[in-house]
Nanobody, 124 residues
Framework: QAQVSESGGGLVQPGDSLTLSCIGS????????MGWFRQAPGKEREFVAH????????KYADSVKGRFTISRDNAKNTGHLQMNSLKPEDTGVYFC?????????????????WGQGTQVTVSS
């Protein structure tokens, strides 16, 4: 059973906004740190954003800082990635990841649980 799953991807134009959602299946999801990663065709998976279990601490890749916002609603076992001013280079499969141990270093891919990914395409 998947621990996390993503939704909300789609095809948008440059400059548009899109919000991705991550749903945790475990009742303990509210205690997990969460991250978003993306993978463009022919490229390695890269870090996008991280949020602590409490939501008090966040970290972003330089390429999305100021445009993307990561958040979470622990009462609903969900997390979100609000993406504004989207660019063609933001295109890729976006993955939600969760760390139940509280030990992952933000920016690294050492999360325990990964979703299947949701496609985001930014094109005119």
């Amino acid at each position: 059973q998947a621990q996390v799953s993503e939704s909300g991807g789609g095809l948008v134009q440059p400059g548009d906004s899109l919000t991705l959602s991550c749903i945790g299946s475990s009742q303990s999801f509210s205690r997990y740190a969460m991250g978003w990663f993306r993978q463009a065709p022919g490229k390695e998976r890269e870090f996008v954003a991280h949020i602590s279990w409490s939501g008090e601490s966040t970290k972003y890749a330089d390429s999305v800082k100021g445009r993307f916002t990561i958040s979470r609603d622990n009462a609903k076992n969900t997390g979100h990635l609000q993406m504004n001013s989207l660019k063609p280079e933001d295109t890729g499969v976006y993955f939600c990841a969760a760390d139940p141990w509280g030990t992952v270093k933000p920016g690294t891919p050492a999360y325990e649980y990964w979703g299947q990914g949701t496609q985001v395409t930014v094109s005119s």
